[in-house]
């Protein structure tokens, strides 16, 4: 088989679909890492240079970085990046292994369920409370998870064969037929 062009756009509309999301996904990921470094950086050259600080940055970045670590959360999964202990399933037979992980899978996907519940019920909990320096809503940063959570529990979904048959590829080639079944 012909090695496809990375480029290549999708071909069905799941597909499509999967594809948007997935680069959704990196975009979020993406702006909020550089806005983080943008305003980090600017904050270190007004307090070493002018001797001044921005006094929201630090709050505001930290925010950043909890919603990157949820958002980025997914598109690890989906690329076989999480810590993951698999030397006894690796000694199974196969049919095992994969009954293996399925319930690996549906464990995950629990886990993730109940992390979105709790997540709303947390971020609605302190959304009337304000932060310190810039006074947005406290339940903004704890918003990330449930977002975070459900997103990655929407990646899982998308790719569940390929997770149970430990099928990773590039977050970059999802959705344009590697690692793809044929649907000729």
Known sequence: MAPQDITARPSSRAARLEHGFVRLNQGLVIALMASMAVLVFANVVMRYV????????????????????????GLALREGRHVAVDMLQDRLPVPWRKAVRACIAVAIALFLLTLVVLGVQIAVFTWSQETP???????????????????????????????????????????????EEATA
């Open 50 to 73: 002018f001797n001044q600080s921005i006094f929201w940055v630090e709050e505001f970045t930290q925010v950043q970085m909890i919603w990157v670590a949820y958002l980025g959360a």
């Open 133 to 179: 320096a810039l006074g947005m809503p406290a339940g903004l940063p704890y918003l990330g998870i449930p977002l975070g959570a459900a997103a990655m529990l929407l990646h899982l979904l998308l790719f569940w064969r390929q997770f149970i048959a430990r099928e990773f590829v590039h977050a970059e080639e999802i959705g344009d037929g590697h690692g």
